[in-house]
């Protein structure tokens, strides 16, 4: 009995230290991964505010004023508008090359002016959470996944983006009006698969250090 005493203090050390070492390894799996998370919603973000800027210097000035009329119109009306048509255009020319998936423009009001999906000109957006505070003037985004989603002219499939509803401002300084809200989705897809793979890497690394001791 004396000779097994030390087996069984030897074997419940090595469980110890065994799941000791698991539980670090997964901790720092998710602590990478939530830290890359951060930071490409982070980068996504910034990116749909620069889009929403060149958006708003190069598109907004020729269809401000379209937008803001849009409530006269109904919705069909809106979506067979030649300036609908115009406006899509030169939205997905300004989009091209870019991991955009989709534009929506909203009124002051929460109508859904303009989309690149047609069927969703004319949706009420006026009690959206999202659209609320881009009225007020903040940048809210969210990062979701979809198994399909409608993009520009295809329907794409198993998706990660970041959507962000961001003010549309018009002048500068105190001058700066908020004219309407544009949401942008974003792809992140291959970054964040890119992510993941690193974060794995990182803490199997890591884990296999911790495991030699």
Not at 41 to 57: C, D, H
Not at 119 to 139: C, E, M, P, T, Y
Request: proline share 2%.
């Amino acid at each position: 009995m004396e000779l097994k005493q030390p087996r069984t203090l030897t074997g419940r050390f090595a469980l110890i230290c065994g799941t000791i070492v698991l539980a670090a390894g997964i901790a720092l799996y998710s602590g990478s991964r939530q830290n890359s998370l951060d930071d490409l919603r982070t980068m996504a973000e910034r990116n749909n505010v620069a889009l929403t800027q060149a958006f708003s210097n190069a598109i907004w000035p020729k269809y401000a004023g379209f937008i803001k009329s849009a409530r006269t119109l109904d919705a069909a009306m809106l979506r067979s508008h030649p300036t609908t048509a115009r406006l899509r255009e030169d939205t997905i020319q300004q989009m091209r090359g870019l991991a955009v998936l989709k534009v929506k423009i909203y009124d002051l009001a929460g109508l859904t002016a303009f989309s690149t999906e047609a069927f969703q000109i004319g949706d009420d957006k006026s009690s959206n959470a999202g659209f609320l505070s881009a009225r007020n003037g903040h940048v809210v985004s969210e990062l979701y996944h979809r198994d399909k989603f409608s993009a520009f002219e295809q329907e794409v499939s198993h998706r990660d983006m970041l959507s962000s509803y961001i003010p549309i401002e018009a002048g500068s300084g105190r001058n700066t009006n908020i004219e309407g809200v544009i949401e942008v989705y974003y792809d992140l897809t291959e970054l964040l698969a890119r992510s993941n793979r690193s974060s794995r890497n990182q803490a199997l690394i890591v884990f296999s250090t911790l495991a030699a001791f």
